[in-house]
């Protein structure tokens, strides 16, 4: 095999990434749930939106970077290169990873992508927000957790997040006396 047989390998591996990358992209956050959260007092596990911002921003590091190793003249480049795609891919997609909303039935947690991962228990809740869904503002369905210590995240409520997970939400604020708004 010669050196411009085995550089044509970067276009091929890089074609297939690029069609494999919305399947593997889409099953992530599912997988994650499942290897995360998987118990039986489980209420949601919820991965953000910028999870798959994340996992699409991993291949197409690797996409690019294949394709700058096929151009490449020099061996050392294209190793040099080829690390670089393997941590960037791997830093990326960890990200990507770590960027949910697991609510259990004893405890609340936020890991976001900038900042750190924070957990809380449901008798630290000082308010739930539940805007509902506006078709005129275009206003998507959202949750906003407000704490005693002054800390607020918020998380989409429509899809992951069913009538049983919004019933049990609802009925943790009430049964602590948490307000509930939701307009």
Same mark, same amino acid.
């Given at each position: ?20 990358? !919305? ?16 118990? !039986? ?5 919820? !991965? ?63 890991? !976001? ?71």
């Amino acid at each position: 095999m010669n050196y411009t047989d085995r550089k044509s390998k970067f276009w091929v591996f890089a074609l297939l990434l690029f069609i494999i990358a !919305p399947f593997v992209i889409m099953l992530t956050p599912m997988i994650v749930a499942v290897t995360i959260s998987d118990t !039986p007092d489980k209420i949601v596990f919820i !991965p953000k939106g910028t999870s798959m911002m994340m996992y699409g921003l991993a291949f197409l590091v690797v996409i690019v970077v294949f394709c700058a190793m096929y151009f490449s003249k020099s061996k050392l480049f294209t190793i040099l290169t080829g690390i670089m795609a393997v941590v960037g891919f791997l830093l990326f997609f960890s990200i990507g990873v770590q960027n949910y909303v697991y609510l259990h039935e004893d405890f609340i947690k936020n890991n !976001p992508i900038w900042g750190s991962k924070v957990e809380y228990q449901w008798t630290d809740l000082a308010k739930v927000t539940h805007e509902l869904y506006n078709e005129e503002t275009a206003r998507d369905e959202k949750y906003i957790f407000e704490f005693d210590d002054g800390y607020t995240f918020e998380f989409i409520g429509s899809g992951i997040v069913d009538a049983k997970a919004k019933s049990k939400i609802y009925q943790k604020a009430i049964n602590l006396d948490v307000p509930y708004d939701e307009y």
